[in-house]
């Protein structure tokens, strides 16, 4: 078991940034690969970025690319998502969830291949 923790989130203007963290508790965090989704209202969750379990790897959707930053810290079972630039479409509920894997380049885009999730935290981006 992993259990995941979220913070970070609020309310920031638009071009404005966040630091959210996933703190993680339970088994070698570094045998996990770490996703950030998002949900806003009435809309499905969508992949937002993800990390590999070394942090060798990183990949990013379309609409944050250039934006956001995912990193993680291995020591201290943390990882980071810097948002920058923030526009009001990026207002959402954002989670952290974990996979195991056992190699470095297995980092799903879905959110069904992950098995451990925290328990999300808001961003609402005013115009």
């Known amino acids: 078991q992993v259990q995941l923790v979220e913070s970070g989130g609020g309310l920031v203007q638009a071009g404005g940034s966040l630091r959210l963290s996933c703190a993680a508790s339970?088994?070698?965090?570094?045998?996990?690969?770490v996703g950030w989704f998002r949900q806003a209202p009435g809309k499905e969750r969508e992949f937002v970025a993800g990390i590999s379990r070394s942090g060798g790897s990183t990949y990013y959707a379309d609409s944050v690319k250039g934006r956001f930053t995912i990193s993680r810290d291995n020591a201290k079972n943390t990882v980071y998502l810097q948002m920058n630039s923030l526009k009001p479409e990026d207002t959402a509920v954002y989670y952290c969830a974990a996979k195991r894997t056992y190699s470095d380049d297995d980092v799903p885009p879905f959110p069904h291949n992950y098995a451990y999730w925290g328990q999300g935290t808001q961003v609402t981006v005013s115009s």
């Open positions: 339970g088994r070698t965090f570094s045998n996990y690969a």
